[in-house]
Structure formats: C-alpha cells, structure tokens
C-alpha cells in the first residue's frame, strides 16, 4: 500500500474518546479489510469472467474503504501506526471484524448470501453515518454509501436469479443461506461495543438500530426469490472483542506473510 | 473548510503564479482515460500556495479504492515541479464526495470520443439505474433508458455487467454493431 493523506480535522479530543473512537473504527476498517481479502479468493475461480471482474471490483471498493478507516484509525490513536502496521503487524486476537466476513467463500451461493447480508448492512451503516459529527467518517460514508449500493445491487440481481432459477441452483441458494445466517445477528450486536458506543455519541451508529431497515430490504430480497429466512440454532458472538472462527487465523497468513518477511516492501 | 482555505489562497499568494501554476495541476491527464484532464474529472478540488512557496494541491478521489489516485498524486507533484514549483504538497480529501455531476461537458464530449458512453445525472444513494434496486419502494428508483453505442450512436445496447474494467465503468454490448463499450457509472 502506498502512502496516502488523507485529511482530517486535528483531533485532540480526550482520552477515552480517542480509544474508542480507534476501536469503533478498526472494527470498521476490519470488516471491509477482510472480506476484501476474501472476495480476491474468487479472481480467476468465479463462474465467469464477467463475475471475476465484478467480485474484484467490489474487493477493491471495501479496500478502500478499509484503508481510508485504517489510517484514520492509526491517526486517531496517536501512536504512529499507519495502515499497513495495522492490516499486516497485528494478531488474530487484535483483530474487531465480524466474523461473517472471514467466513470460507464456500460456493456462488454461500458468497452471494455473504454479500447481500453484508452490502444491505453496510448500505444501512453508511447512511447512518452520513450524519455523524465525525468529519472524515461522515466524508468517508458519503463516498462508501454510493460504492456499496452497487455492491447491494449486484448480490440482490444474483439472489434473485439462484432462487428463482432451476430447482438446482435454488437449493443452493438456500443452503448459502442456511450457512451464513448463523452469523447475521452479530453484526446488530451491540453489547460488545457498548461502552464505546456511550462514549462516542453523535459519531458513531448504534449496529442494533440499522436491523429494522436491513430486515425490511432483506426480507423482500428473499420473498421475491422464494427463499426462506433461515432459523439459524447458534449464533457467532465476540468479533468486536477479538473473537473469532478458525477462518481468520488460515486468512491472515495469506494477507500478512509478504510484508512480514519482506518488511517495509514496496512495487 | 474549502471556504477558509480559498480565502487563505488569496491572501497569500501572487495571482498570477496561482492561476499560472492551477492551470498546470489542471491539465495532467488522468492515467487510465488518458484524454481527461483532471479539470474535465472535476477531481482538483483546490490550489493554494503557502508564503514558503510550497504548492498545496487538494484532490478528490473518484472512488475510495480506484489505484489511479496515487499515480494522479504523483503526476501532479511531477507536472508543478517541472513548471517551477520548489516543494509540492498532494493531499486527498473525501468530502463533499465526488460525484460524476462534476464532469465537464467538454469532459463528456472527449469521452464519447475515446469510447466511452458518459455518465447520465447522478441518482441518490441508494437508487440504481435499472434492476431490482428499488425492489422495497422505500426509496426512490431512477430509470434509465439505454446507453448509447459510443461507436454507431444506437440506443439498442445491453448492460452486460454493472462492473468493467475500472471502478467506474460499466460493461455494455451494441445489439446494432455488436461491439463491446464502456459505459461510465452514474455516481
């Protein structure tokens, strides 16, 4: 990653404002890190080449959108890490993603319910955010909410299509339902970030409070696709705390080796 | 903050050396539509020249992850440097966000040119040109009827994939003289 400034008004609020303020954003930049990582498993593997180059974008758009979060993160803390110390210098344990995003791909169809469930949560997300007292969010979410309504649109188009295809595709539609719903309800989860979410009013979005118009845009999605809501019997918990799936540790090898043995490389 | 920073631009700098030295950031071309100049994007958000003489540039990306906005970065210190400028200073600001409103008309023009189907007005988050974007009624749905061949200027054309080869361009197919296009995503 190159070296890129981004502007940001000085910010020399209180101490624990500014540690919650780094820990909201790293759970932000995290999630869009990571599944940015996953998506760039499917280039060269998608059903088509169309699809190849679609997932890639999408990647790229949440890479950006990591590395914009990553940075102000690293400002925000003031101890002089910058986006790559912080993508590729911390542990499994120091990560705040979700842990719907380090999920396996699986097939098209667990990755397309991966999508929509998170594209319809992070569109809710940035329009929260458009409004938040933050400038470089609120300038972040501007820009983000716009990428991320096509990245809605293009896991709606596919749900859609599987569901409604042949009796082949639909059961396998479903079954990447079946298999991603389990971690849905983290994502709403408020009770791991609690307190920052008290210290930081008017900055950030309160997850809990995006569920109702998530449900609505999802619900219709799966009705018109004649799929089922999954009635998922567990749920994935702790991703804002540090814990997660076995997924991440395999993942993070993959994102982190070069730059940990070849440290300060460039192109 | 674009309001102080003009104000401060004008205060501190000779005008001529600014509308001289703003003219060169203008005209670097962008990198992967190369007949653009960053005037025509509507991405050089302001020049400012400090009492030291460092040149401050404010650009805008297009996206947040398009890889040309480094390259741009590094194009514009380039170009300021060889125009006389002693030290340069780039910077990217996120808002207000851009938006494909801001290209120009001569923009557009150079675009259907090159071969590629400019950009139509910019919907409100949350709405897409066509397909299944409003499918829950709650917001509203722009639609948009086709884009035009930039080649044979035919209407019948076909969004073969809402990603191209760049964030920013749509993949279409002519259904008149069935050649491929870029179409430039309204955004």
């Given at each position: ?46 059903p ?12 790229l ?41 380090e999920i ?21 997300l ?15 979410a ?28 639909h059961?396998?539609?479903q ?69 997660h799936?076995?997924?991440l ?5 993959d ?11 460039t192109? | ?20 030295l ?14 653009l ?12 020249i ?37 030290r340069v ?29 400019p ?28 884009a ?12 073969v ?18 050649e ?8």
């Amino acid at each position: 990653m190159s070296v890129e400034s981004i502007e940001n008004p000085a910010r020399t609020g209180d101490s624990v404002i500014r540690t919650a303020l780094t820990s909201y954003l790293l759970g932000l930049g995290d999630d869009a890190l990571i599944l940015a990582q996953r998506l760039g498993e499917w280039v060269t593997r998608a059903p088509q080449i169309e699809e190849d180059i679609a997932l890639a974008n999408i990647a790229l758009d949440l890479l950006g959108q990591a590395r914009t979060l990553l940075t102000y993160a690293g400002e925000v803390e003031g101890e002089g890490r910058d986006e790559d110390d912080l993508a590729y210098l911390r542990d499994e344990r120091d990560f705040r993603n979700v842990q719907l995003v380090e999920i396996e791909n699986g097939d098209f169809g667990v990755t397309m319910a991966r999508q929509l469930t998170f594209a319809a949560y992070q569109f809710e997300l940035y329009t929260g955010l458009l409004t938040s007292d933050d400038h470089t969010l609120a300038g972040l979410a501007a820009k983000a909410v716009k990428e991320v309504t096509y990245h809605r649109d293009h896991a709606t188009q596919w749900v859609l299509r599987l569901g409604t295809g042949t009796a082949e595709s639909h059961r396998r539609m479903q079954a990447g339902l079946d298999a991603t719903w389990p971690y849905v309800e983290e994502l709403f989860d408020n009770r791991d970030v609690a307190d920052l979410l008290a210290a930081l009013p008017g900055i950030a979005v309160d997850p809990a409070t995006l569920r109702p118009a998530w449900s609505a845009y999802v619900g219709d999605v799966l009705d018109e696709a004649t799929l089922v809501r999954p009635q998922p019997r567990w749920r994935s918990r702790g991703g804002r705390r540090g814990y997660h799936s076995e997924n991440l540790g395999h993942l993070l090898p993959d994102l982190q080796n070069l730059h940990r043995s070849h440290p300060g490389a460039t192109w | 903050m674009i309001a102080t920073f003009a104000q401060s631009a004008v205060q501190t700098t000779d005008p001529t050396e600014l509308t001289r030295l703003r003219a060169v950031a203008a005209s670097v071309l962008d990198p992967e539509i190369p007949v653009l100049t960053l005037d025509d994007l509507g991405i050089l958000r302001a020049v400012r020249i400090d009492d030291d003489g460092t040149v401050h540039v404010r650009l805008t990306p297009t996206y947040t992850g398009c890889p040309a906005t480094a390259v741009i970065a590094a194009d514009v210190q380039a170009a300021l440097l060889a125009a006389g400028a002693e030290r340069v200073e780039v910077r990217t600001v996120l808002s207000p966000a851009w938006t494909t409103d801001w290209i120009s008309a001569d923009g557009r023009r150079k675009l259907t040119e090159y071969g590629i189907d400019p950009p139509g007005q910019c919907s409100p988050p949350g709405s897409l040109p066509a397909g299944r974007a409003g499918l829950s009624g709650r917001r509203p749905v722009v639609l948009t009827l086709s884009a035009r061949c930039p080649r044979c200027g035919s209407t019948r054309t076909r969004e073969v994939s809402r990603f191209g080869s760049t964030p920013c361009k749509a993949h279409w197919t002519c259904q008149s003289c069935l050649e491929p296009f870029d179409s430039f995503k309204a955004i």
